[in-house]
């Protein structure tokens, strides 16, 4: 089946500092994949929509320029939270469409649970 | 109105018995229906999709979908302590409904305890 990984699956840093977070597509490209966030007993929320070769679309509220998202390759895509703050802890998890055979299901990663000191 | 709303319990059962999920939506653009299965600190996993109204049947578990009156149900049979975990329900207008992929609008889960 496809499987998602992400790394690292948890993280601790310091307010004011930067964290990257991985999202790897491992035994499929990915064309598309997404960016949610989900705090304690919540729902996931969609951050942005990052897409191969082009600028990641952001849902309403989120910084683009605190999320920063790079989908370099066709199995990578990457989040980098600037200046983290407390208020930034929570759980990232990221999920990716095939890019072929063209299909409509999400593949979830495992998820990073980010906390800021 | 939150676009979806899904009770977040918790619903504690005994084992064996049958488990009734739902999730109502406001948004009548919702075509594709799935229900994650959560377990906790893990990333969600893909139990049911299904499309537009109609019943949908994967061993235990059955997906219910109707549009008409904007809600959607999850029925797991035989219920186990291993079935123990929050259900997310999660819907979109469509995969490419706008030219490019669109992310999953998700409920807010339910916790669910199967007793042994």
């Known amino acids: 089946g496809a499987v998602v990984s992400q790394h690292p699956s948890w993280v601790i840093c310091k307010s004011g500092t930067s964290v990257k977070i991985e999202c790897r597509s491992l035994d499929f490209q990915a064309t598309t994949m997404f960016w949610y966030r989900q705090f304690p007993k919540q729902s996931l929320m969609l951050m942005a929509t990052s897409n191969e070769g082009s600028k990641a679309t952001y849902e309403q509220g989120v910084e683009k320029d605190k999320f920063l998202i790079n989908h370099a390759s066709l199995t990578l895509s990457t989040l980098t939270v600037t200046s983290a703050h407390p208020e930034d802890s929570s759980f990232y998890i990221c999920s990716a469409i095939p890019a072929a055979p063209r299909t409509d299901t999400q593949y979830f990663g495992p998820g990073t649970r980010l906390t800021v000191l | 109105q939150k676009e979806v709303e899904q009770d977040p319990g918790p619903l504690s059962v005994p084992e064996g018995a049958i488990v009734s999920l739902n999730c109502t939506y406001s948004?009548?653009?919702?075509?594709?229906f799935m229900w994650y299965r959560q377990y906790s600190r893990k990333g969600p996993e893909l139990l049911m999709y299904t499309y537009s109204s109609g019943n949908k049947e994967d061993g235990r578990f059955t997906a219910q979908v109707d549009k008409s009156s904007k809600y959607i149900s999850l029925f797991i049979r035989d219920s186990q302590p291993s079935d123990s975990a929050t259900y997310l329900c999660?819907?979109?207008?469509?995969?490419?409904?706008?030219?490019?992929?669109?992310?999953?609008?998700f409920g807010k889960g339910t916790h669910l305890i199967i007793q042994p």
């Open positions: 948004n009548s653009a919702f075509q594709y």
């Open positions: 999660a819907m979109i207008r469509g995969m490419y409904s706008g030219g490019g992929a669109d992310g999953l609008t």
